[in-house]
């Protein structure tokens, strides 16, 4: 595995609109809020992914906005986001974050979502 690619350049974390990462290769990378709670490493969140789906929400147009409320990086290998709800047990190291880049060029090579 290339571990060149995951240090990271400059980090721009804003809580309302998210992170936005350019690293040492060149390559930028975006993530919105709601695709880094998603995508939200911590233990009770990957159990979460794993339950069974919910039962289908009637109002299904209701859903809270989420916030970061607070944000802070962690040495020089990750980054921990601090959440509206109170959640704040995630932490997202910056191989991490590169492999989940949701722009076009890198979900190319993932298949195991859309
Ligand atoms: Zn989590
Ligand atoms: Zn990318």
């Known amino acids: ?8 350049r ?13 690293w ?10 709601d695709y880094l709670r998603r995508k939200c490493p911590c233990a009770v969140c990957t159990a ?5 789906p919910e039962p289908p929400n009637p109002f299904p147009m209701y ?4 916030r970061l409320t607070n944000a ?3 040495g020089r290998y990750a980054v921990r986001l601090f ?3 109170g959640h704040s047990t995630g ?6 974050l590169r492999e989940i880049c949701p722009c076009p060029l890198c979900r190319k090579t993932v298949t195991s979502e859309q």
């Open 1 to 8: 595995m290339e571990r060149a690619n995951s240090n990271p």
């Open 10 to 22: 400059h980090v721009d974390i804003s809580l309302s609109r998210g992170v936005e990462i350019t």
């Open 24 to 33: 040492a290769d060149g390559h930028a990378s975006k993530y919105p809020l």
């Open 48 to 52: 979460a992914v794993e339950a069974p």
């Open 63 to 66: 859903k809270p906005t989420l």
């Open 72 to 74: 802070e990086t962690v």
């Open 83 to 85: 959440w509206s709800d």
């Open 91 to 96: 932490l997202y190291s910056f191989d991490y």
